[in-house]
Every structure is written in C-alpha cells, then in structure tokens.
C-alpha cells in the first residue's frame, strides 16, 4: 500500500467524530442493534453459551438465546452533517465491569437498551453508565412477546431524568434504531460545551 492510498484512511477535518457506547442488560439485542445501522462490515465477539454460565446467565424470557458478547461489539455510521458515530456494544453481565469501563473510556454518551419484559435488569446499567458520568438515551427495544407500555410510564418505572431522552425502537429495523441514535446523537452534542471561536 502506497502512501496514496493509506492517506484515505485518516479522517476528514471536516468531520464531528462522536464515540458512543451501546450498552444494556444481557440478551436486549445490543449486538443486533449496531449490526442493523452499521455501514461498514460489523466486528463482533460472540461466543456460544455453556452450562457452565447457567447459573449466572439468566435465559428466562429469551428463548432461543445461544450465544452472549464476551468482549465488543464494534460498528461505525455517518449522518448528515459529517457526524460520524462509532458505536461499541458492550458485555450486559457485572462480571465484564472492568472491561466495560475500558470501552467507555474516552465515549461521549451511551445509548442503553431496555426490554419491558425484564425492565429492572436496566437499572445496573444505567448505575454503571451513570458511575461513568456518561449522558445517555433509553431505547426500548420492542420484542413480539413484550408488554407494550406509554412513555410516560416507562419513564416512571426506569425513574429517568426528564432531560434523559427515551424513545421506542425495533433493534432489527434500521428507521426506528436510527431515530434511537439521533435522538443519543442530539442530546450528546448539546450537552458538548460550544467551541472556541478561532483566532485571526
């Protein structure tokens, strides 16, 4: 590769390059959601369940789950405006703690993925993307079999903040997911201090 070709490679100065994490309980469907928005061919690191994770991996209410992420889940998007989101999907299990707080690290906001069958799993991940002093969305992702709830009261049983953006999303389908993502994206960004005016 000459030197020609790598020069594509480095970012445009143009540019807003916004490091998001998506995060949430075991089995929400964090893996799914970056494979559907992402444009480039997704990096993911998932591993068939054992026996030996039975008892610490709770499948209730996720039939036909088989595999879990053990380590990132990686996809990028451009949007209008030249924003272009880098998205990590982390571990929903406490005992990858260590290795989220390494994903997080240096990300602007996180997107928390929520299922109104096992809505109190949530709150452990909105603690450890609050212990980060991360801004994040909730999205609650929809599945076939899952109780259907207003906002209003999905925003009481998750106790958010009223500036804490929530928005109903179907992980597989790409409009809902991207209406999650902008609505992270737009609460991330003005939540950003403005910048320094340039000199002259």
């Known amino acids: 590769m000459d030197r020609v ?3 594509g ?3 445009d100065p143009e540019q807003t390059l916004i490091k998001l994490v998506v995060a949430g309980p075991f089995g929400v469907g964090k893996t799914t959601f970056i494979r559907t928005l992402s444009e480039i061919p997704t990096l993911h690191t998932e ?3 054992t026996e030996a994770g039975a008892p610490v991996d709770d499948l209730a209410g996720l039939p036909g789950k088989s595999t879990t992420t053990v380590a990132v889940d990686f996809g990028r998007l451009t949007l209008p405006g030249e924003v272009v989101l880098y998205m990590f999907g982390t571990p929903g299990q406490r005992r ?3 290795l989220w707080q390494d994903i997080a690290r240096g990300a602007l906001g996180a997107l928390v993925l929520a299922d ?5 799993d949530s709150f452990e991940i909105m603690d450890m993307v609050e212990e980060q002093g991360l801004p994040y969305a909730v999205a609650v992702n929809r599945f076939p079999d899952a109780p259907v709830h207003p906002p209003a009261v999905l925003r009481g049983h998750l106790d958010l903040h009223p500036a804490t953006p929530l928005v109903l999303c179907d992980a597989r389908e790409p409009g809902s997911s991207l209406d999650a993502l902008i609505a992270l994206t737009e609460h991330v960004l003005h939540g950003l201090p403005p ?3 340039e000199q002259s």
């Open 5 to 7: 070709d790598r020069v």
């Open 47 to 49: 591993e068939a369940m």
């Open 116 to 120: 109104t069958r096992r809505l109190a």
């Open 195 to 197: 910048a320094a005016p």
């Open 96 to 98: 990858f703690f260590p």
């Open 9 to 11: 490679y480095l970012p």
